[in-house]
């Protein structure tokens, strides 16, 4: 048997290294160049690769092809696989044949990392047997090749590109957190597409499995408004928490001590809470857990509080829902810093919330035409800028004792940066430079 992994990143070294101990013939190849550090570790595993081209002849003799999340089943090489009735599958479906214990898998448009590392932290405190991977640091494949004793559970964070060519995954616990407008190139601008990704994740899962999902959300009730399925339904309403408490079928928690803020952090939170709950768990050990919980940066990141400014670093916001929900989390004036590579944002769903709250804001990013248009009528300092330094001591000048300077940017990083973990990096930089 011959599996050809389709890309050198993670997710692909981790799927070659897997198929390469399930006794597979093992070929590596990616379009573009592989990090150093990748090549070596191909190598030390004598696994044959390519980079900077596909050959044709070394891919599309292969039983199985893994594909790597970020090629599209649009490029030239994925087609004329599919052409020849090769089956192309991603990393999650691959690694998850090898994998004995329970899947719990958490999608959305917003709120997965914070809500996977949150249900991680719950049942590793509790005391569960539990592992983390998908989205978030090391992939699927990589544990379960180098783990002999797997965990009971593996909570795993998809986004749709992972979810997309999943064929089997059925796990025993999916949340669906909400889906608005995001990736829309990779789905040919056609939201019911990008829909239809997300319900990947509950696509196999029946009897005796749970969905937990976002009953708040239009379109995910339009959605599951003729789907009938055998699995557990929880449907997460406003009903179940505010910003201070959440109230589950099972038991009552604060949010009193947690580092979570904001009414879509409640909500992550209650979906984390729901899925301790259908393993078992409740009471004092997940209050203990949900106080203990520190989020991943560039998620609302308190950098600094300088001369009395808050400087909060969302770097991570990527979309206009995400700085929706961090304008509304803001309890100070803000002086917003956002801006890059535009993914064809809608932002008047946000002008009443922006004309509430901000005062100034900093237009960071190479083309910043549509923001200034957006804005200038809206606030009544609207700046732009290409250095994060310079938006740094922009709103440093703007913002007063007793209000905030916000990096919520909407949009994508890589006009300036080389990913958003580099444009929180530098925002964090330059803000403690002032102290």
Not at 63 to 81: E, F, R, Y
Not at 169 to 191: E, G, K, Q, S
Not at 212 to 234: C, Q, T
Request: hydrophobic share 40%; net charge negative; aromatic share 8%.
């Amino acid at each position: 048997m011959k599996a050809v992994i389709l890309g050198a990143g993670e997710s692909g070294l981790g799927a070659a290294i897997l198929a390469q101990q399930k006794g597979y013939d093992v070929f590596v190849s990616d379009f573009g160049n592989i990090k150093e550090n990748f090549q070596k570790e191909l190598q030390q595993h004598y696994i044959p690769f390519e980079q900077n081209k596909h050959t044709s002849e070394s891919i599309l003799d292969a039983d199985c092809i893994i594909k790597s999340p970020g090629i599209p089943d649009t490029a030239h090489i994925v087609q004329l696989a599919l052409n020849n009735n090769i089956p192309v599958i991603s990393e999650i479906d691959f690694a998850a044949k090898f994998f004995n214990g329970k899947i719990i898998a958490i999608t959305g448009s917003n709120g997965k990392t914070t809500t996977t590392n949150l249900t991680y932290h719950l049942l590793h405190t509790a005391g569960l047997s539990v592992g983390i991977a998908g989205n978030v640091g090391i992939s699927f494949a990589r544990l379960i090749a180098s783990h002999a004793l797997h965990p009971d559970f593996f909570v795993l964070e998809l986004s749709s590109f992972q979810l997309d060519n999943c064929y089997e995954l059925r796990p025993y616990i999916a949340v669906l957190l909400n889906i608005t407008p995001d990736h829309m190139d990779r789905y040919d601008y056609d939201l019911d597409k990008y829909i239809a990704s997300k319900f990947r994740i509950m696509q196999n899962q029946g009897e005796g499995d749970v969905f937990i999902y976002n009953a708040m959300d239009e379109n995910i009730n339009a959605f599951l408004k003729n789907k009938h399925a055998a699995m557990k339904r929880i449907a997460v309403s406003d009903k179940f928490f505010d910003n201070s408490t959440i109230r589950t079928p099972k038991d009552l928690y604060s949010l009193e001590h947690s580092k979570l803020k904001g009414p879509h952090n409640a909500f992550n939170a209650a979906c984390a809470l729901l899925v301790a709950e259908e393993l078992g768990l409740q009471g004092e050990v997940l209050q203990i857990a949900l106080d203990t919980f520190v989020n991943a940066p560039h998620r609302l990141e308190l950098v600094a509080t300088i001369d009395g400014v808050d400087f909060i670093n969302d770097s991570k916001a990527t979309n206009v829902d995400s700085l929706y929900y961090a304008l509304l989390s803001m309890d100070k004036a803000t002086v917003l810093i956002l801006g890059g590579i535009d993914k064809g944002n809608d932002y008047e769903r946000i002008i009443p919330l922006v004309k509430q709250k901000v005062k100034a804001i900093i237009c960071l990013g190479v083309d910043n035409e549509k923001l200034l248009a957006t804005f200038s009528p809206v606030v009544p300092v609207v700046e732009q800028t290409r250095q994060m330094q310079e938006a740094i001591r922009m709103a440093r000048a703007y913002a007063n004792e007793a209000m905030a300077v916000l990096l919520s940017p909407a949009c994508s990083s890589f006009d300036l940066f080389e990913n958003y973990e580099d444009r929180g990096n530098q925002f964090r930089e330059q803000v403690l430079r002032l102290k």
